[in-house]
């Protein structure tokens, strides 16, 4: 059927019998020369008739179509049923209608195909590599085969081939480890192996990393080939190049390079893709950070190190001058100066329009479009060696001179003849400038322009949107110098410049957001009043010298996103030097700027999803524009094409003389060769990045790049890939032709379908190569291959939606917010001043405005990552595993909650209302762009609903995610891992789309009621997360006990309960209103027994009352509305969970914020923590106004247990900190309490008070504490026995004390040695008392004050004089006396001359110290008095104690527990002695283990006790307590601490014996048991039983903590005695072994003959010394580890062992000691063992030894130690 373009052929459905019996049904709407395709249909058996028409509205939208729209095509396959086939590689040329793709037949499915000019690499399942086509350095094998028959690369089996490439004439792979392997030629050293010519077969190279010692490998990720180069990507994502010429990136001019290099320009960053054409580079390139990117820029060239700018400032203008000349920016001649890379730039051709047609050309129409193509003979032919084995290469575009581009033909738009000028004339300028800009603009221009002088034009810096107001034609500089400087400055600084202009007296302003149309970024200063002439070498030297530091060109800075808006960039070394007068006048306010990219992407999304801020980088040789940089110059290293920076590249290709770039929104730039049509358009120049002209509807996804051709893979109307075609026409007659026979050759001028793309299958990549082509395809298997195609096509339709709204929407309103938009109509010049778009909405709505478009930005770009990422899934691995949405849904989820709640929030506000007015002004009375982009065929509809729908539309693609999801779980079996992760996430964003759905209702219900709600609360509690649930208007809700006339209404929105209350006659009707918080809100149904009310009772912090329904349904309606919502509140569903899972009522014990406003005690104060039925109950925070904090447990809305309280304190601007235990609201209990002044207490409370035992340390902050006060409180006063360090005063008192004042009796003692025990009243020593020196002055007597003697008593001198009378006077100072003094009698024994003075009478007993200690210990157990209470009750008190305490450790981090410490605290809650009975042997032994561990735990009430004691203790004989006269108060302390402590442990184990009582030995014989009856009747400890004491089960514990200041006193009493023992001890040890033993009178036969040295036997000479009874010294001198008197006794008793045992070994056996004998021996050992302070050992041993042990057998040994002791100090030798 033939039509012409008035005939319409739509949708023809044709149904028929195919050979093999089938139905077959096609509805088929689709045409290769409209670029439209649609099939759908059930396709049975691979015969298909296709039938295919241009509908009308296709041929309205194209500007052209051919004459025959209908074609008929049958294609048939092989017949057999292929449905479970994948990668299979289908391979063609061309794309006329004859065509027909023939099929690579291989055993495996091919995963990735690479083509060379005549050759291709395949990479198969398993690893494995096939090549196929012409292989010239194949020497002994085929060195052709044709392409159907792939030969297998042997060399490579057994390495697993991960990735392929293909150069022009070489090849290569990368295996699994991250090894490279080439092949092919290498005369240039594209194959990176050193003297070969050629590689045959697949051959390592070795890529290594130098700056590493040793060098170490570079693991590699892909490889890139070209003609003669070679590029890897490494794991590191740097880039390596080996081969020749500048593509290679490296700074070197000497080639080739066989050994692989890195590419230092892109050191740094992160490069994604690499890909190379015949002679140049490109590279996909992640973006750098913010913090990266926002770097200053340098001010001196980073290669001749000279300043970039220079500025002078005169005296009401700045001068800036950016014409620095850098020698080192492009490649340098032998002579030194510049040229060009060889090659010549394309004639530019001027076209009437963008869509001008051209027909077929041939060489002879059109030279100038058809570049040289090399073939393999050329190549062959090129390829010179030079001996030193660098590669030199000639080409026939070498010859031509740098001085012909003037020469050069243009074709213009009339068949123009040659010109002068490569460029455009003066009138086309003009032209070019009236639309640019205004007319005086325009005329100052024409004035200067020079006639017949050539310009550059500003390549680098021309924008896509101005390059169709004059195809061909650069955009150009305006009239000044300092104009084209300031645009090249803008190119650096962006907004900074333009918010300078006006300091820098410029003529006109300028667009930030076009800097490129107002001149030529970084173009040299010219002259003034002119255009700036120079060579277009000297532009691109500078251009590259900034570019090392800038990693960006200066080209097209017009950004897309507002992100640049953001950015205040200072020109380096510029704008300091601008004096202050200039900056104060270039000051003016900004206005803030939404960035509609988020910067970095989502943080969430991590480095599962691609990135789509991308830069494509360029480098090598330029002269077909392939580099996209605007001109035709080459790039010896790495150059960011900038105008693609901002448009998401996700995929780069390049053909041999062009480059393509695919974006995530499916669009394909191109720029380079385009003499076949290979970049898919016609536009001029071709020198930059352009749109690929495609059909509306056809997203590319894929693409390929050969010599003349591009091959393109989109999405049609269907969900099956459709492939396009885009260059040379290849015919059949001539595909075997050289290559440079293109006579005849026909080409596309825009991309057109190809006709078999249906009947490949499922294709899922395409790849090109020379002038050939191939698709890897699938055939559909159960549905899954085309539920993959499907869900990644409808990612990238979404994604392409979504970024239309953006541009055409949400961007143009952000537009609006500048303060003034001026604007210039064409016809009368008068500007119109627009509102702005912050005075129409608000400052509310306007942030809110703001938020919704950074969310709409996060989804997008959370969408366009998605596809790309879905996209990268179809061309590789084609599972589920791969689906981020399954893995990682969370980030879907929580990106669709975030936006739909700025939505909704927008939308509650009326922000969609008030933006209706600006819109309108904007978008026009017929919004026909918004209705389509939101979907929408009502006629009529308000705008305001039509942005309500455009903005709710991504809320329908959850519908979407879960109905593919579905389709994709019905290929798998139920009962599989993958359908049951399909089924998972499909069922979370089908819940996620019906919970949005009702949130959307919420709002639309809500933004009603606000537009009705009457009064003036409207402002105070409209919200934006505010939603309205249900509200009493209907009277159905009243409050019980209202007034007559007052009229209520509660209004229950999902945050809050409002009650409105007002009087009927009053005007305004609701003139209060108090908002209830739901989060502490509870409510309960009343009873309606015997009453016919509906009631339901509401409880909130400091409110209760009571609301009556109409009925008991609207009662169960309102209870149930104000639980779910209060749920809600509660766990944050109402913003941003499901709603799923609610329960039937809220939790009465919650977790919430509140302040309160009555309550007298914390009015204004603000609680947050747990509640429980309206109270603080639990673990919570008070913060009040004036700056008091709580943090604690409560109980009943007060302060109960464990908390932190900070009071500030305003006089000294310091806080008073108290931690520690609360009752009721009020300090009770343990606790810490730092005051401001620097006061410390610790101790205990009550009733806010300091009562019970407690230390209080005073002093300054910036000081040590000059008084420390440690005993008993009563209601914040010293009451009580007391120990008070007086630092300053270097005095302690131990004793009695009432309000704060010492009263009764107690000690002094000072650091002078002065001690005082006595009498004290009102603070003062009133009374009797005794005064003792340190020379043992005694003054027994009355006393007035402190130190003060006043009264009669009695003075006695050291020497035995005393005086007998009255005496006053302060002692020190002189005292008057009034009596008798008496002398001793010269022959008075000692004793008569000694007038003893016992201490210790006027000093407070031992058991009345400490009681308030031994109090708090009882209270803790239950008893009220000391042995009154239970004694089940008491362990009970110690479990909740010990599990109290294990909760606060665990709810605080720093004071964790360890494990074991926690299972030691276990086990101390259960009574060890089980069975009430009496005490066994293993019971006593399993109570004195609990002591042991409960006395080391201070959790423990006991060991709390412990704890306390040893403070007090060393508090009290430590320091100036360690005085030597408190020997017997301290020994009598410890006799009290015992006695006491036993009572406790009785009380605890009522069982346990008393004191002195005995437990027997557990024995079976009867005569034993009456053996141990009688024990107590005998000295000795009876051995059938254990004798119970206190010493015995608790000294162990206590005595080794209290050892330290005991022992001193010990020291210090002894200390005279001592010094006179080791004295003679040294004299003694002077002599050898046999002269001490003679001299102690020990009889021979107890001599050892020999002794053991070094573990041989020694005989024993004269000169022996510190040898003999050796063990049984080192075994005394153990003495002074041990603490305890039983363990000091079991060391004398292994001492007599030891001696025993050495005697024995030289006697008989049945020898027994006499004391007269052993005496001797073992004062010998105690000599020996040489113990310091063996009369204080002595002491403590008999002080505190048990009683039970001194007459049996360590009595004895005791005896005979303390012998020994005094016998050394009267020993006397000569």
């Known amino acids: 059927m033939l039509c012409d373009h008035h005939m319409t052929i739509q949708n023809i459905l044709h149904v028929s019998l195919c050979p093999h019996k089938a139905l077959v049904v096609s509805l088929a709407s689709y045409c290769i020369f409209c670029s439209r395709a649609c099939l759908i249909g059930v396709v049975k058996k691979q015969c298909l008739l296709y039938l295919c028409g241009c509908s009308e509205s296709l041929r309205n939208d194209l500007s052209m179509c051919l004459s025959v729209c209908l074609l008929l095509y049958v294609f048939s396959s092989s017949g057999e049923d292929s449905s479970g086939e994948r990668g299979s590689l289908h391979t063609w040329k061309g794309y006329s209608c004859s065509v027909t793709p023939e099929r690579v037949l291989l055993s495996r499915p091919v995963l990735q195909a690479a083509l060379g000019t005549r050759h291709g690499v395949l990479l198969v399942e398993g690893g494995q590599v096939y090549s196929f086509g012409e292989f010239p350095w194949k020497q002994s094998q085929v060195s052709e085969v044709g392409p159907l028959k792939p030969v297998l690369e042997s060399a490579l089996s057994g390495q697993r081939v991960v990735a392929v490439a293909a150069g022009s004439f070489h090849s290569g792979a990368v295996t699994e480890d991250g090894g490279v392997h080439m092949w092919g030629e290498n005369s240039f050293g594209q194959c990176g192996l050193s003297s070969l010519t050629v590689v045959p077969n697949p051959t390592p190279v070795a890529v290594l990393d130098p700056d590493t010692s040793p060098p170490h490998t570079i693991r590699v990720l892909e490889l890139a080939c070209g003609e003669q180069h070679s590029l890897a990507l490494s794991a590191q994502h740097e880039v390596w190049a080996w081969g020749s010429g500048c593509q290679l990136g490296l700074v070197t001019t000497i080639f080739p390079i066989w050994k692989p290099q890195k590419v230092e320009h892109l050191a740094g960053r992160h490069v994604l893709q690499v890909a190379c054409g015949a002679f140049h580079s490109l590279a996909l390139v992640r973006c750098l950070p913010p913090q990266e990117a926002r770097r200053p820029l340098p001010d001196k060239c980073g290669q001749c190190n000279q300043l970039l700018y220079t500025m002078t400032d005169k005296e009401d203008h700045v001068i800036i001058s950016d014409s620095h000349y850098c020698p080192l920016g492009v490649e340098l001649l032998a002579d030194g100066e510049a040229r060009l890379e060889p090659g010549r730039s394309p004639p530019l051709r001027l076209q009437s329009s963008p869509s001008e047609p051209l027909s077929s050309h041939t060489s002879a129409s059109a030279p100038g479009l058809q570049p040289s193509i090399t073939d393999h003979t050329d190549y062959e032919r090129r390829r010179t060696v030079a001996q030193n084995g660098e590669v030199l290469t000639t080409t026939d575009s070498d010859i031509s001179a740098a001085g012909t581009d003037s020469d050069r033909t243009v074709g213009g738009v009339g068949g123009a003849g040659s010109q002068s000028s490569p460029y455009p004339d003066d009138q086309a300028v003009k032209e070019y400038l009236k639309k640019l800009s205004d007319t005086s603009l325009v005329e100052e221009t024409a004035k200067t322009t020079i006639a017949g002088a050539s310009f550059q034009p500003p390549a680098d810096s021309l924008d896509l949107l101005t390059s169709d107001l004059l195809p061909g034609v650069m955009p150009v500089t305006t009239s000044s110098a300092l104009n084209s400087l300031v645009s090249s400055c803008a190119s650096a600084v962006a907004e900074r410049v333009v918010s300078t202009c006006e300091a820098l007296s ?66 380096p070394g510029l704008l300091s030097q601008v004096s202050p007068r200039l900056l104060r006048r270039a000051s003016r306010p900004r206005v803030q700027a939404v960035p509609l990219t988020p910067v970095g992407g989502l943080p969430e999304a991590g480095e599962l999803l691609p990135s789509l801020q991308t830069e494509v980088w360029s480098w090598g040789r330029g002269e077909e524009g392939q580099l996209g940089h605007g001109d035709n110059l080459p790039r010896l290293q790495p150059l960011c094409i900038k105008c693609l920076s ?327 079996e139920v009962n599989s891992v993958d359908y049951q992760k399909l089924q998972d996430g499909c069922s979370k964003f089908e819940a996620l789309a019906l919970h949005l759905k009702r949130r959307r209702k919420e709002a639309e219900y809500t933004y009603h009621f606000w537009k009705s709600f009457p009064g003036k609360m409207t402002d105070s509690l409209r919200k934006p997360p505010r939603r309205l649930i249900c509200e009493s208007s209907n009277k159905a809700l009243t409050l019980q006990n209202s007034g007559r006339f007052s009229v209520n209404w509660f209004i229950l929105f999902n945050d809050a309960l409002v009650h409105a209350q007002g009087v009927v006659p009053y005007k305004s009707l609701f003139s209060t209103h108090h908002v209830f918080p739901l989060a502490t809100l509870w409510v309960e149904p009343i009873p309606e027994e015997n009453t016919d009310l509906y009631g339901l009772k509401v409880i909130s912090p400091e409110e209760t009352f009571t609301l009556l329904a109409c009925s008991s349904m609207e009662k169960a309606k309102w209870l149930r509305s104000i639980n779910q919502a209060v749920d809600q509140a509660m766990s944050g569903a109402g913003q941003s969970g499901s709603g799923a899972g609610q329960r039937a009522e809220p939790p009465i014990s919650r977790t919430a914020c509140y302040t309160f406003y009555k309550d007298s005690r914390l009015k204004e104060a603000t609680y947050e923590g747990r509640w429980l039925a309206g109270k603080p109950n639990g673990r919570g925070t008070v913060k009040w106004l004036d700056g008091r904090i709580y943090t604690g447990t409560f109980k009943n809305g007060l302060e109960d247990g464990f908390g932190d309280y900070v009071m500030p304190s305003k006089t000294l601007n310091l806080n008073d900190h108290y931690q520690g235990h609360w009752k009721e609201g009020k300090m009770h209990g343990i606790g810490t309490y730092k005051y401001a002044t620097g006061e410390l207490y610790e101790g205990s409370f009550q009733d806010n008070m300091r009562h019970g035992h407690g230390m209080l340390r005073s002093g300054t902050l910036n000081s040590s504490s000059p008084s420390v006060f440690i005993g008993q409180w009563v209601h914040d006063k010293k009451t009580g026995y007391g120990v008070f360090d007086d630092i300053t005063r270097g005095e302690k008192y131990m004793g009695m004390w009432q309000d704060d004042q010492r009263q009764g009796t107690g000690i002094i003692v000072t650091q002078f040695g002065l001690y005082y025990e006595g009498a004290f009243n009102n603070n003062k020593m009133q009374g009797t008392g005794v005064l003792l020196s340190e020379d043992n002055t005694t003054y027994e007597g009355e006393f007035s004050e402190d130190w003060t003697l006043n009264g009669k008593g009695v003075l006695t001198m050291a020497n035995g004089d005393y005086f007998e009378g009255t005496f006053t006077g302060e002692w020190g100072s002189g005292l008057k006396v009034t009596g008798s003094f008496f002398k001793p009698n010269l022959y008075d024994s000692d004793g008569d001359k000694a007038r003893a003075v016992k201490l210790g009478r006027l000093a407070v007993r031992p058991e009345e110290k400490w009681r308030a200690v031994f109090e708090e210990c009882w209270m803790r157990l239950g008893c009220e008095a000391p042995g009154q209470g239970e004694n089940q009750r008491a362990w009970e008190n110690i479990a909740v104690a010990l599990t109290t305490s294990r909760r606060q450790h665990r709810d605080c981090p720093e004071m964790n527990l360890s494990q074991s410490h926690n299972r030691t605290l276990e086990s101390l809650e259960f009574n060890p002695q089980q069975h009430v009975g009496p005490v066994t042997m293993e019971k006593y032994d399993r109570i004195r283990h609990y002591l042991i561990k409960a006395c080391d735990t201070p959790l423990h009430p006991l060991g709390r006790l412990m704890e306390t004691l040893v403070a007090v203790y060393r508090m009290t004989y430590v320091g100036v307590g360690a005085n030597r006269r408190l020997l017997l108060q301290a020994v009598n302390e410890i006799m009290s601490y015992l006695a006491r402590i036993f009572q406790l442990v009785r009380f605890l184990f009522p069982d346990l014996p008393e004191e002195g009582g005995v437990i027997p030995e557990p024995s079976s014989d009867p005569q034993d048991k009456k053996d141990s009856n009688c024990a107590d009747t005998q000295l000795e400890s009876p051995k059938p039983g254990r004798v119970v004491s206190s010493s015995s089960l608790l000294l162990p514990v206590l005595l080794p903590l209290l050892y330290p200041p005991l022992f001193t006193l010990y020291a210090l009493e002894k200390e005279r005695e001592d010094d006179v023992y080791w004295e003679c001890v040294l004299r003694l040890n002077k002599q050898p072994d046999m002269a001490l033993l003679a001299f102690l009178g020990v009889q021979h036969k107890f001599w050892p003959v020999s002794v053991p040295v070094l573990g041989e036997r020694t005989e024993v000479v004269s000169s022996t010394k510190d040898a003999c009874f050796a063990s049984a010294t080192e075994t005394l001198q153990q003495i002074s580890t041990t603490f305890t008197p039983s363990d000091k006794l079991q060391v004398i008793q292994l001492t007599f062992e030891e001696i025993t045992k050495e005697v024995v070994s030289s006697l008989e056996d049945s020898f027994l000691w006499s004391m007269d004998d052993l005496f001797p021996v073992f004062l010998y050992v105690v000599l020996r063992a040489r113990i310091r302070n063996l009369g204080s050992e002595v002491s403590l041993i008999e002080d505190l030894m048990d009683p039970c042990v001194q007459h049996g057998e360590h009595g004895i040994m005791f005896t005979t130690l303390k012998a020994c002791y005094y016998q050394i100090q009267h020993e006397k030798t000569t």
Not at 514 to 532: H, I, T
Not at 549 to 560: F, N, Q, V
């Open 646 to 972: 901002s448009k998401e590249v996700v995929l780069v290709a390049a053909g041999a003389h062009h480059s393509l770039a695919l974006t995530t929104q499916s669009q394909v730039f191109s720029w380079g060769s385009n003499s076949s049509g290979q970049l898919g358009h016609m536009a001029c120049p071709t020198t930059i990045p352009r749109l690929a002209k495609l059909s509306e509807g056809i997203r590319v996804w894929d693409v390929g790049a050969g010599a003349q051709h591009t091959l393109l893979l989109a999405d049609g109307d269907c969900y099956q890939p459709i492939l396009y075609y885009s260059g040379q026409q290849v015919r059949e007659a001539a595909q075997d032709a050289p290559q440079d026979q293109t006579e005849g050759y026909s080409y596309t001028q825009q991309p057109v379908l190809l006709p078999f793309c249906m009947n490949l299958g499922y294709v899922s990549g395409v790849f090109a190569g020379g002038q050939s082509c191939v698709a890897l395809a699938d055939r559909n298997v159960t549905g899954f291959i085309a539920s993959l195609h499907e869900l990644a096509a409808a990612e990238r339709k979404f994604y392409c939606k979504l970024s239309s709204v953006k541009n055409h929407i949400l961007r143009p309103l952000l537009d609006l917010g500048e303060n003034y938009c001026s604007r210039y109509s064409s016809a009368g010049q008068r500007p119109w001043v627009r509102e702005s778009l912050g005075t129409a909405l608000g400052p509310a709505s306007t942030v809110l405005l703001q938020s919704l478009a950074r969310c709409y930005s996060r989804l997008c770009h959370l969408t366009g990552q998605h596809s790309a990422s879905l996209t990268a899934n179809l061309r590789r691995r084609r599972d589920v595993k791969s689906l981020v949405m399954l893995e990682h849904a969370s980030i879907f989820l929580d990106t669709y909650n975030e936006y739909c709640c700025s939505v909704g929030n927008f939308l509650v506000m009326g922000g969609f209302q008030a933006l209706a007015k600006p819109s309108l002004e904007f978008f026009g009375k017929c919004p026909e762009l918004l209705q389509r982009l939101a979907e929408s065929s009502e006629e009529n509809i308000p705008l305001s609903d039509l942005l309500v729908a455009l903005f709710y539309l991504p809320m329908r693609h959850l519908h979407e995610y879960g109905r593919l999801l579905l389709k994709l779980g019905t290929c798998f």
């Open 506 to 571: 410029l003529k006109k302003r300028i667009n930030c957001y076009y800097p490129g149309v107002g001149g030529v970024a970084g173009a040299p200063g010219g002259v003034p009043g002119g255009f700036p002439v120079g060579p277009a070498e000297e532009r691109v030297r500078l251009e590259e010298s900034m570019q090392g530091k800038k990693s960006c060109s200066t080209g097209d800075i017009r950004e897309e996103e507002a992100e640049g808006l953001s950015r205040r960039l200072s020109l």
